[in-house]
Nanobody
């Protein structure tokens, strides 16, 4: 019954910013690991950012210092602020809720049948 819906994507030029939102519906516990992964054309999934139940955040090396993950439990919404975007950031971005005990950016892209992820939203960054 859990459903995730991403929004906020689009096309921007290098150096600009976007904020992605992920609205969750259904019974989503704050105890779950939440994050974002992306998949570029012709490439495998890449974990981007994760936020654990204790609020600790982790990021892929490729986005460290540029992206910020956050959540608003009252609004059941997960966010990804993306600054200083680069052409290599172009990809389909998905939010995910996972029961994995190890909540890290590197692991949120390792999808399991019991995990829930959104349909995805396209981010296109031109040079």
């Amino acid at each position: 019954q859990v459903h995730l819906a991403e929004s906020g994507g689009g096309s921007v030029q290098a150096g600009e910013s976007l904020r992605l939102s992920c609205e969750a519906s259904g019974d989503v516990s704050s105890d779950y690991c939440m994050g974002w992964f992306r998949q570029a054309l012709g490439k495998e999934r890449e974990g981007v950012a994760a936020i654990a139940r204790d609020g600790i955040t982790t990021y892929a090396n490729s986005v460290q210092g540029r992206f910020t993950i956050s959540k608003d439990n009252a609004k059941n919404t997960l966010y990804l602020q993306m600054n200083s975007l680069k052409p290599e950031d172009t990809a389909m971005y998905h939010c995910v809720v996972t029961g994995q005990w190890l909540c890290r950016a590197a692991t949120v892209s390792d999808l399991r049948a019991q995990d829930v992820w959104g349909q995805g939203i396209l981010v296109n960054v031109s040079s």
